[in-house]
């Protein structure tokens, strides 16, 4: 009789997944309304953002044309990220939230997001707007960082042994993740412009 060795997952990462098509028409109205906010590309044909400055405690939320859009989707991403933290086991009864970075995206074919995390902040997440076909997935990266077994080829890939999950997004969804997590989106061809608002949310009270 051959003995079976039981494995038991202690930890885990959940990545938050919401549907919001409603929103899609007021979130391209605010693309369109800012399309002169954008920083030119970098020459190594990265991403190209409205972000102008990335640090805890201070928005560039208030550089948009219309707050009144603005404000309509930072009330859905803060619903969401509620229902995230409910779905994880968090009392949520009486806790408030804010989106304090709001800021725009569009991606060309063969460009790239490099591996990052967003520090000081409790939640992080995008709301893709438009997503051509074969624009890419989203990637995370295992949060532990350590392959004590990375001399073994993989036979199978499992919660234990991934260093990476990635995801592919569709227009109107959103994903959202403690703020901590690595990720970052890989380069591929692909005809169109991929757009998405990136956010990052802060608990302001429990």
């Known amino acids: 009789m051959v003995n ?12 938050g997944k919401a549907k919001a098509p409603e929103k899609l028409d ?29 640090h805890a405690g201070k928005s560039d939320i208030d550089l948009y044309v219309n707050m009144q859009d603005v404000d309509i989707i930072k009330r859905v991403i803060e619903k969401h990220a509620l229902d995230y933290l409910t779905s994880c086991g968090y009392e949520t009864s009486k806790t408030t939230l804010e989106v304090v970075n709001f800021w725009l995206n569009k991606m060309e074919s063969n460009s ?9 902040f409790n939640l992080s997440g995008t709301y893709y707007v438009d997503v051509p076909k074969d ?32 995801f592919l997004p569709e227009e109107g969804d959103i994903l959202i993740w403690p703020s901590t997590l690595q990720h970052g989106v890989p380069p591929v061809e692909f ?5 998405s608002i990136a956010f990052d949310i802060l608990i302001t009270g429990n």
């Open 26 to 54: 007021i979130a391209r109205k605010i693309f369109e309304e800012n399309k002169d906010s954008f920083n030119k590309p970098s020459p190594d044909n990265s991403i190209c953002t409205t972000l102008k400055e990335y």
């Open 112 to 120: 790239f997001h490099p591996k990052h995390l967003h520090y000081g």
């Open 191 to 195: 005809k169109g412009i991929r757009r």
């Open 4 to 15: 079976q060795m039981d494995i038991n997952c202690i930890f885990a990462t959940g990545i």
């Open 135 to 166: 624009s890419g997935k989203i990637e995370f990266y295992n949060p532990e960082n350590i392959t004590p077994c990375g001399v073994l080829k993989v036979k199978e890939y499992t919660l234990f042994n991934s260093k990476s999950w990635s």
